[in-house]
């Protein structure tokens, strides 16, 4: 009696099952599987260390909102757990997994501009460098990054910081609306006053990943106008300290006239097989050169500087040298460890100190340490207003470290969380948009005072925890 009714009540879960798979939805779009050709290189993304050893049960490179819809739905009905992605470009890899549905909207790249407005409607494919572009053939540009392979929307949705960040804000400030699939797998607008304000307000800078599935964003696109670039390199015999010290002091004062990163080298760094200094100051100047060379004399002065580049390019030109002098991979598929922080000050003699000792103590080359200057347009608005938190920072720092070998691997981790470590009593926080797994309370050092309310809408918006990766806000 009993097998007869442990059978049945089998043969009726079986038949609940089938029927409710007979009910899910067709993937539709670019499907790929295990089988499929391509498949190991669509799993990866741009570090092949943290993204090697996972294997996706299927990637979908969706096509329109539709694909995309049919996707999430997909993933409900078969219980397969949901990762997001668009230019592949998040270091930890949480835009992958093993045994989850990817969904990959880098192959949506339409784009519409009305040059009226000064607005432009576009899908989330786009690459920074692809927007650019398309841009730029119409006289525009936007508020967007430095890193080119970098999809728009995710660099939208996590803050954006770039060259315009001082005059016009950060990517996220010049968001007008957006296209997003829910965790039903509907498709909604949300705008800053609609019904959807809360997700909106989320969306700017902690939109990646935590909500649904952006399909189209409409932003404010600017004239690209020329600029003056200028690029100031060192070697290793000059006083990284003092020119450290003097960039702080000349660029971040919140003149909106200016934008710069200073990018620091290991000692070991191979200066001749890159042909770039191993310090060097860059950015962007809204000014003559002639007034740049005559304002950066604080800078020039600072011991002998090797290169001296200070000239008015295109606004198209600029946004590639800044590309061109700042990326560094020995490989298609580098392996490397990427983690950052915010300098709420400048930072002070001993925290300088710190990073010169590391960066000339080590021995591996590809060590980095690079500083955004932030602050202008990007610092008016309070931190409480969007969801990116750190806007009274006056600099962003970047710790990178690349290896070769596999066998590096732990070695060279442990000195960027090392140097990490060593500054946190002079730094706070961390960026979204470059993650790091070793963050203890990475809630805490990603969105600071805005982390209860953002799990507060995460509750409203997914209460099932659809969208949910390694460093998503929990429930």
């Known amino acids: 009696m009993k097998k007869n009714l442990l059978w ?12 409710n798979n007979m009910n899910c939805p067709n993937l539709s779009g670019r499907v790929i599987t295990e089988e499929d ?14 993204s090697k050893n996972k294997f996706p049960k299927v990637i979908v490179y969706c096509q329109n909102s539709d694909d995309v819809q049919n996707a999430v739905r997909w993933a409900r009905c078969k219980k397969v757990p949901v990762r997001i992605r668009s230019g592949g470009h998040c270091h930890e890899a949480f835009s992958t997994g093993s045994d989850v549905i990817v969904i990959d909207v880098s192959e949506m790249k339409s784009l519409h501009v009305d040059k009226e407005k000064n607005v432009a409607h576009l899908q989330p494919g786009l690459t920074g460098q692809e927007l ?32 315009l960040l001082r005059r016009q804000g950060l990517a996220c400030d010049n968001l007008l609306a957006f296209e997003i699939v829910n965790a039903n797998g509907d498709l909604i607008k949300v705008t800053k006053d609609n019904e959807y304000k809360d997700l909106f307000w989320a969306a700017c800078g902690a939109g990646g990943g935590n909500f649904g599935v952006v399909t189209s964003l409409t932003i404010k696109v600017y004239p690209a106008k020329a600029v ?4 100031i390199g060192w070697d290793w015999n000059q006083p990284m300290d003092q020119i450290l010290a003097a960039w702080q002091k000349f660029f971040l004062n919140n003149d909106k006239r200016w934008f710069s990163h200073i990018d620091l080298w290991a000692k070991p760094f191979p200066k001749d097989k890159f042909h770039k200094q191993p310090f060097k100051v860059l950015g962007v100047f809204w000014g003559t050169p002639e007034e740049a060379r005559r304002e950066l004399a604080p800078i020039l002065n600072v ?12 606004w198209d030109r600029a946004i590639r040298l800044f590309e061109e002098s700042t990326k560094v991979y020995i490989t298609g598929m580098p392996e ?68 070769l070998q596999e066998n590096q691997s732990v070695a ?19 960026y979204i948009g470059n993650p790091d797994r070793h963050l203890k309370d990475y809630m805490k050092e990603y969105f600071g005072g805005n982390s209860q309310r953002l799990r507060e809408i995460k509750r409203k918006y997914d209460p099932n925890n659809v969208f949910n990766f390694e460093q998503s806000i929990p429930l």
């Open 228 to 231: 003056t670039w200028f690029n």
């Open 412 to 430: 060279q981790t442990l000195e960027v969380d090392t140097l990490r470590e060593k500054l946190l009593p002079y730094t706070q926080g961390d």
């Open 132 to 163: 650019y572009n398309k841009l730029y053939a119409m006289g525009l540009t936007q508020v967007g990054g430095t890193c080119p392979e970098v999809g728009v929307s995710g660099l939208i949705l996590t803050g954006g910081m770039g060259p």
């Open 37 to 50: 050709p391509g498949y190991n290189e669509s799993r990866l993304v741009s570090n092949f260390y943290t």
């Open 336 to 403: 490397y460890k990427s983690t950052g922080t915010f300098a709420m000050q400048p930072l002070p003699e001993k925290a300088i100190n710190i990073i010169q000792d590391a960066l000339q103590k080590t021995s591996s080359p590809l060590f980095n340490v690079l500083m955004f200057s932030l602050g202008g347009a990007a610092a008016e608005i309070p931190p409480h207003e969007t969801a990116y938190f750190y806007r009274d920072a006056k600099s962003f720092i970047c710790y990178s470290i690349q290896w």
């Open 303 to 314: 011991g002998q500087p090797n290169e001296q580049t200070i000239e008015q390019v295109t």
């Open 8 to 19: 049945a009540l089998l043969l009726f879960f079986n038949h609940l099952s089938a029927e």
